[in-house]
């Protein structure tokens, strides 16, 4: 019974030692791994046996909460953002340090001016298509809730470049022509209305150019102030695609 007692005790202390040994890992995830300017980054903590946490941020803030989320700039250009982890543990004897970094593009953004009013779509997509008049490589930008302001003139619902061939573009400059029946070196953009302004017609390109660069791979469009049909509506754009 004595050395039944001796061993109780010696195990607890063996217990509280092991305890006090257990490794602190510091680790976490991202929602994704390239995001657009203006998205958010979910930070999800997924560290072992941490008790308290320091994060740092790209913006240079520090954060202590176990999850973090992480809005960046609508401005953002192509970057690379890092964020870091910092774990403790109870008693802050012991600690782990992790990192983790994304890609970032710049939102899309095309405006019909003079005034300006300014579109940011929800998503943008870029491939190509065929039928009988033959093939094109067409970007789409979507604003999704069909924004609008109090003059319809103003409202937009989605933005069109189109392209002549099957295959993206290259870096160059392209002429602008005032219909999608494209020649090379041609492009095409179309700034759709909203569905229920009856009577009231698209914004098309007459004439100018756009700016194509491949950026980080990406497609990089830029068009500023092209000429419509309306004399006082000029449209411009500074379109990645994704």
């Not at 980054?41 to 790209?58: C, F, I, M």
Request: proline content about 4%.
């Amino acid at each position: 019974m004595k050395k039944f007692k001796t061993i109780i005790p010696a195990l607890l202390v063996a217990i509280t030692i092991s305890s006090c040994y257990k490794k602190t890992e510091a680790s976490f995830t991202t929602n994704k791994s390239e995001y657009i300017a203006g998205d958010t980054v979910h930070l999800k903590n997924t560290s072992t046996n941490g008790h308290s946490y320091l994060w740092a941020l790209p913006n240079g803030d520090k954060v202590t909460s176990a999850n973090v989320d992480y809005l960046i700039p609508r401005n953002q250009g192509f970057d690379k953002l890092t964020f870091i982890l910092n774990a403790y543990s109870r008693r802050e004897k012991k600690s782990s340090t992790v990192s983790n970094t994304v890609n970032v593009i710049p939102s899309s953004v095309f405006a019909v001016d003079s005034p300006a009013y300014s579109y940011y779509p929800l998503n943008v997509y870029g491939r190509s298509y065929s039928d009988w008049r033959g093939s094109w490589w067409e970007i789409t930008a979507n604003v999704g809730n069909y924004q609008n302001s109090n003059s319809s003139l103003n409202a937009a619902g989605s933005l069109m470049i189109r392209f002549s061939g099957s295959v993206a573009p290259t870096s160059g400059i392209y002429l602008l022509q005032p219909n999608d029946t494209l020649t090379s070196g041609h492009a095409y953009v179309l700034i759709k209305r909203e569905w229920w302004e009856y009577g009231q017609e698209d914004y098309y390109s007459l004439s100018g150019q756009l700016n194509v660069n491949m950026t980080n791979g990406k497609v990089h469009v830029v068009f500023t102030h092209i000429d419509t049909k309306y004399a006082m509506r000029k449209i411009s754009g500074d379109i990645t695609v994704p």
